[in-house]
């Protein structure tokens, strides 16, 4: 068993999803599983829906009508045949939007999120499976719903993995022997009251990581529209290079700090069963690559990881005390509260130092609740640089025109709060 995971970049249009069914062509020589994201943006558009929708704003005709046309596109390309029966099939799912969009909204957004925004993965996957069946590709579709079992923590669905992994035993393995080829959904999941959940944005690697896992899998590929795993985001950096290899460790390391490449979630599955993860290029698919996996190889060159909109915070008690663990068990317990994490942190004698993500009015809320017992002083719009394996050439280049307003350095990691004048 392989397990194969297909972002929205890869299926983002209908020359996207020709290529996907040459590389299955290709690459499948057992049995696989193919794990697809929603096309392209969807995602992103489905969540301006529910927004439109819950706070009533009442564009929701025209942004859901906008989605739908980007799909009828593809389809128009990928079956020339308007009978063909993936029309009837697509358009059912939109009706099924449609029916959530004229009932009364639920109480609890999140919940309204999942049922929603979760088409996006539906929709791709049958588009995805019928063309397929078109081009010869035998293969069978399957709910992950009914699959990947989780709490109602919607949003960030806890995934139950004891009968997850009953249900993979029991549904997808026999399908799997029957078919060879599985299309199922990422990102999503659901819950024992037959309600969608979701496993958190760019979760579909943690979908296919989670397969892996219970199928006992011999591999993970991702594919994506980058060569492999780069020592930077070409977002920011020029000049990146490709890692060839990375122990799992690193590959963590990596998310942890913001490396956007694989979801954080995906390497702890894999490495619990020592399944191998590779990044491959959908563009050249013949290309190595990087693999991921149980090596003792560390990175032989610097990498960077880049965070904007950072927000840094310092916490002083307003008596002058000591900040002491009386005060920073305290200060935890709000930034838990608030769900917000903490990418670097530093203490003096009366004050305390917090680097965060700024996110709006939750930060907004956060801080005022901080102000009723501390004096708190902020500084937005910041960078948070940190760069693995350093040297101090590396450093001067890319703090070149910035100020420091915060380091922390051990002997793999140097970890800068930045701001740019
Ligand atoms: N479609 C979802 C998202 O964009 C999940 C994923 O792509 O992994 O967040
Ligand atoms: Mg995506």
Redesign the pocket.
């Known amino acids: 068993m392989q397990v194969f995971k297909f972002?929205?970049a890869s299926v983002k249009d209908a020359e996207a999803v020709k290529n996907v069914a040459e590389i299955l062509k290709k690459f499948v020589t057992k049995e696989t599983i193919v794990v697809v994201?929603?096309m392209g943006?969807?995602?992103?558009g489905l969540e301006e829906l529910v927004n439109a929708f819950y706070n009533k704003t009442g564009d929701t005709e025209a942004v859901l009508q906008k989605i739908k046309d980007y799909h009828f596109n593809i389809l128009k390309d990928l079956f020339p045949n308007k009978e063909h029966p993936i029309y009837n099939d697509i358009e059912n799912s939109f009706v099924e939007i449609n029916w959530i969009l004229e009932d009364e909204a639920l109480p609890d957004y999140n919940q309204v999120y999942d049922q929603i925004?979760s088409m996006?993965?539906i929709i791709s996957t049958k588009i995805i499976a019928a063309y397929l069946l078109e081009k010869g590709i035998k293969n069978k579709w399957i709910d992950v719903r009914g699959i990947i079992q989780t709490d109602n923590t919607y949003r960030e669905g806890k995934v139950n993995y004891e009968l997850s992994e009953e249900l993979v035993k029991s549904q997808l393995l026999p399908a799997s022997n029957e078919n060879k080829i599985i299309v199922t959904q990422?990102?999503i999941g659901g819950t024992s009251e037959n309600f969608t959940t979701?496993l958190?944005?760019?979760?579909?690697?943690y979908?296919a990581a989670l397969l892996a896992y219970f199928t006992g899998a011999e591999s993970v590929t991702i594919w994506k529209d980058v060569p492999g795993v780069l020592n930077a985001d070409p977002k920011w950096f020029r000049n990146t290079k490709k890692i060839d290899e990375l122990t799992y460790h690193d590959a963590i390391e990596f998310t942890y700090y913001g490396a956007t490449v694989i979801?954080p979630k995906t390497i702890k599955p894999l490495q619990n069963k020592n399944i191998p993860l590779f990044v491959k290029s959908f563009l050249k698919p013949e290309d190595a690559g990087t693999v991921i996996y149980n090596s003792d190889k560390r990175v032989p060159i610097p990498s960077y990881i880049f965070k904007i909109n950072q927000l840094l915070i310092s916490i002083q008690p307003k008596d002058f005390s000591f900040i002491g663990e009386e005060n920073l068990s305290r200060i935890f317990d709000v930034f838990a509260r608030y769900g917000s994490k903490i990418h670097l942190m530093q203490n003096s004698a009366i004050s305390f130092s917090v680097c965060i993500d700024e996110e709006g009015t939750k930060t907004e809320q956060l801080i005022t609740e901080l102000q009723r017992e501390f004096k708190v002083l902020y500084n937005a719009g910041l960078e948070l640089l940190t760069i693995r394996n350093y040297d101090q050439p590396t450093i001067e280049k890319l703090i070149e025109n910035k100020t420091v307003l915060m380091e922390q350095r051990s002997r793999n990691t140097v970890q800068m709060v930045l701001s740019n004048n």
């Open positions: 972002g929205g994201s929603a943006k969807t995602t992103n925004v996006g993965e990422g990102f979701t958190g944005r760019e979760g579909s690697d979908t979801h």
